[in-house]
């Protein structure tokens, strides 16, 4: 059997944008998006290797895989 690991967390976004503005110049704006999560693999322990990671926003740990 797999063994299951959890953790909460959270992924940051940034999201960049160019408008132009007088005399061609581009100007740069960057936002910020953080999006609350959990972060979820499976170790097989027969090979120590992990064989399934993902993050799944807007959850919270439950011990189940693939919330």
Do not use: C
Request: hydrophobic letters at 30%.
């Amino acid at each position: 059997m797999d063994s299951l690991y959890q953790i909460e967390g959270s992924v940051v976004k940034y999201e960049t944008q160019y408008v132009k503005v007088k005399n061609n110049a581009p100007e740069m704006s960057q936002t910020k998006k953080t999006i609350d999560g959990v972060f979820e693999w499976v170790v097989d322990p027969t090979t120590d290797t992990v064989t399934h990671r993902t993050f799944i926003p807007g959850q919270k740990v439950t011990g189940k895989i693939n919330q």
